[in-house]
């Protein structure tokens, strides 16, 4: 099969130009995952924005904004996602360089903070430890539950990699990365850009609020709206892009004080901070199903909060993207079925100009090996 | 059904809807809109906006997962991170800012989706439901004591219910049922459609969605699933409970925004069973009587002809003569003058 181009026309108009505070709700199953598609999300934010004079034609609709990406992934690591983007020709960790992108990770840290109190290591550690140093000897009691390839030496190009340079001790502190911080070396690093690690501490909604407060400064940073630098950059669109935060529900549940409306409502959080939302979901048959009324068995506390997070997300989007596998089997060139829906909240604002090239469709997709995408409708 | 029958069904059903959407008389307090993906609120709460523009009633909207207002709505209140209890301070109090500019009396007060508040683990055991929503109806401020309002909750029927704290507590649902004086159940103008000519073959109707139970699938509605424009809108099955007790049944439809203009004064939701394509206009022959079905041959009888025939003796007549066995039978015929007597085929 011949080269696919990284964003394929049928599926276009869906990925680029979203209306304002909107909410796009990515379903995936477990044989239809939904990454390529939060990529093609990635790459058309970033892609119109990076090239400069090329893409302003094309992305003109954009009326000149730039368009920055905070990427919130709760499932899969830096690493993951700076290859998978890379085969799409996006560099991540040079855009993070240009501050026009921000990966905050929610997954090598969540539950287990490398120390108690973070906020006191943020300013030991960092003062006492140069931010060139790899992040290994300061392993201390607890063990690195991370997934990044150990670097021996910061090598010829130390940018590169954000994480090396900036400790992951120093990181996780969810101190926000406003220039109040403390000490001049992080400063340095800061410029490389954040990746944020999430830690999950506390118990209910205080800690989802805490949360919300470490991704909003992410936010913050990179809209350039906490540094107030030059260059008019406070005209830019951040699109916000959570990877699968159901983790966080399943993780926590009921039990925890965090159900379906907390986790709502910190989702509607994040929301005012940026101009669109892009949220990736589970929808498994279980996850969903287990839970209605036909169900012939009581339904489990996780069942019962994923489906009302997920059908509840789903009336609050204004699309809904949903990936499955193909009805009559598996196939040696389809890899799924996507199918394009309005959700509850189309049609609540006015702008349906904005709004028009927006139409419901199915449409087969094929992922191949060197992650190129097509995206064709049945029999073509 | 008679045809006096449908009128008076239609005008007095139409003027009940009509009386409903626009919150005449205070027709109904409280109106429960009952949605699902398939068929979201919207369009419905759009028109429950634009009547009140129309008619210049204060309107509210509280919102627990909107998070810009919508066009026309004289308050918003974020109902996020909030407990009941500050939702109705918050509302009472948007009235009372807002009633100095208007000397409107009436307000209407929408929510957009009572859902979280059910769900949400900030509500403790002695949050009531009913209690909540009738502070609102009746609020105890001594100002506001004139106040007509009306509410209308969203509930979104396909997002699962918290199990109960207890057995015998009934489900929120059907505590919002029970306290309801007016249900709207909101359908897919063309699942009912697709619905009714399933049945109308006597086949399992369809079902689209959630309730497909298919991995992956949330929503099933498409654009345009049978290819044709006429069949957007929104179908409304309405219960209404008179102050009497008795209930009223009414299938709707509401056309789309897009068919109508804004300021438009007349009403505009039908009877489900006028439209045209639910009910597509009777075949001609239901209609007139006379008129045969059209044919090569003449299928009447003159005077004459049916004379003829009534004067014809049937075969079995002669032979109950009693002539004797083999006697009888015969075809007894009187020839006329149109007949051509053959030699050669016919015989006597």
Known sequence: MP????????????????????????????????????????????????????????????????????????????EFWRAEAKRLGLDLARLTDKRQFAFVDGLSELFSGPRTTPTTTTTTTTQTTPPSLVPSPRGGPVPQRTILPSRSAPGPIPARGPQPARGPAAVAAPAPLTPSAPSAPPASSREIGPVKRLHLSGKGPAALDRLEKDIAAVVAHLSGRATATAEGEDDSEVLLVLDQPDLLLAATGPGQGIGATEMTEWVMGLQQYVHATVMTLAADLPLIH???????????PLETEHAAFAIGSAHRAHLVMQLRDLDTGAARDVSGVLRVSKGGAWGQSDNTDANGSWEEKEALYFVQRDGGVSVFGRGE | MAPTNTSHRQTHNLLLISKLLSLRDTASPLALVLDSLEQPATPLIKEYIRRAKLSKVHITFVAFETLKPLEGVD?????????????????????????????????????????????????DAHFNVSSFLSSFLMPQGPAASKVEAS??????????????????????????????????????????????????????????????????????????????????????????????????????????????????????????????????????????????????????????????????????????????????????????????????????
Do not use: C
């Open chain 2, 75 to 123: 308050a918003f209140v974020a109902a996020r991170k909030k407990s009941p209890l500050e939702i109705i301070k918050a509302v009472n109090a948007a009235y009372t800012n807002g009633s100095t500019s208007g000397p409107s009396r009436r307000r209407l007060i929408l929510i957009d989706a009572i859902n979280p508040l059910l769900h949400a683990r900030r509500t």
């Open chain 1, 290 to 300: 287990n839970a209605s009324a036909a169900a012939h068995q009581m339904p489990t």
């Open chain 2, 151 to 348: 509410l209308v909750v969203t509930f979104h029927q396909d997002v699962p219910s918290p199990p109960l704290p207890s057995p015998y507590t009934p489900s929120p649902l059907s505590m919002l049922t029970y306290l309801a004086t007016t249900i709207i159940r909101l359908h897919s103008f063309s699942h009912i459609l697709a619905q009714k000519a399933a049945r109308d073959r006597s086949l399992v109707p369809p079902v689209f969605g959630l309730e497909e139970e298919l991995d992956g699938v949330l929503l099933g509605r498409l654009d345009k699933p049978i290819g044709n424009e006429s069949a957007q809108g929104v179908v409304l099955e309405l219960e209404h409970r008179r102050k009497s007790g008795r209930g009223v049944l009414e299938w709707y439809i509401l056309p789309p925004a897009s068919r109508y203009p804004p300021q438009y004064a007349k009403e505009i939701v039908t009877l489900l069973d006028d439209h045209p394509l639910y009910r597509p206009p009777q075949e001609p022959d239901f209609g007139a009587g006379e008129e045969e079905p059209e044919s090569t041959f003449e299928l009447r009888l003159t005077d004459r002809q049916r004379r003829d025939r009534e004067g014809v003796v049937l075969p079995y007549f002669d032979a109950q003569q009693g002539d004797g066995p083999g006697e009888g039978g015969r075809i007894l015929y009187d020839m006329g003058e149109e007949d051509d007597f053959d030699e050669e085929e016919d015989e006597i």
């Open chain 1, 3 to 78: 080269t696919q181009p990284p964003l394929p026309p049928l599926l276009a108009p869906y990925v680029s130009s979203l209306p304002p505070s909107s909410l796009i709700v990515l379903s995936t199953v477990l044989g239809a995952q939904g990454n390529w598609l939060t990529l093609r999300y990635l790459y058309a934010a970033l892609n119109a924005s990076s090239t400069s004079d090329a893409a302003l034609i094309l992305g003109e609709r954009h009326n000149g904004k730039k368009q920055k990406v905070v990427l919130v992934s709760f499932l899969r690591g830096w």
